[in-house]
């Protein structure tokens, strides 16, 4: 865990930096990107089997993000000599080094969702009553 003073120095490097942070940001913090990955983390998977892993993606959603993941080198795309020919995309070691904070994310929007969830009912209950 960090200390504060080691928070305040990544901000201010963060702000300093912040042109070359957005555009990476940009490629990794799309929610498909962040589910994606996290279902290739444990195992290589099909097409198929990731779409129907990431229930409400579309079959192009899921297509073009696979396409940026392996143009940003995070997964690995190796076609199976079958009939038909079938298609496996495995996560490569830069993709595998965002599990944690993947891992993290994920379990916080767990733990702290329902609170989102308040927070936006109480906001909108607010609004309606002016």
Same mark, same amino acid.
């Given at each position: 865990?960090?200390?504060?003073?080691?928070?305040?120095?990544?901000?201010?490097?963060?702000?300093?930096?912040?042109?070359?942070?957005? #555009?990476? !940001?940009?490629?990794?913090?799309?929610?498909?990107?962040?589910?994606? !990955?996290?279902?290739?983390?444990?195992? #290589?998977?099909?097409?198929?089997?990731?779409?129907?892993?990431?229930?409400?993606?579309?079959?192009? &959603?899921?297509?073009? /993000?696979?396409?940026?993941?392996?143009?940003?080198? !995070?997964?690995?795309?190796?076609?199976?000599?079958?009939?038909?020919?079938?298609?496996?995309?495995?996560?490569?070691?830069?993709?595998?080094?965002?599990?944690?904070?993947?891992?993290? !994310?994920? &379990?916080?929007?767990?733990?702290?969702? #329902?609170?989102?969830?308040? /927070?936006?009912?109480?906001?909108?209950?607010?609004?309606?009553?002016?």
């Amino acid at each position: 865990m960090l200390d504060d003073t080691e928070l305040a120095r990544l901000s201010e490097q963060a702000c300093t930096d912040m042109a070359a942070i957005r #555009p990476i !940001l940009d490629r990794i913090a799309d929610k498909w990107t962040i589910l994606i !990955l996290t279902v290739l983390c444990p195992q #290589p998977a099909r097409f198929n089997e990731i779409k129907r892993r990431l229930n409400g993606i579309t079959h192009k &959603a899921l297509a073009d /993000a696979l396409k940026r993941l392996e143009r940003n080198g !995070l997964v690995t795309r190796t076609v199976l000599p079958t009939a038909p020919i079938g298609v496996v995309y495995t996560i490569t070691p830069l993709g595998h080094s965002l599990r944690a904070p993947f891992e993290a !994310l994920c &379990a916080w929007a767990l733990a702290y969702g #329902p609170d989102i969830e308040q /927070a936006g009912s109480r906001y909108d209950q607010a609004k309606a009553g002016r």
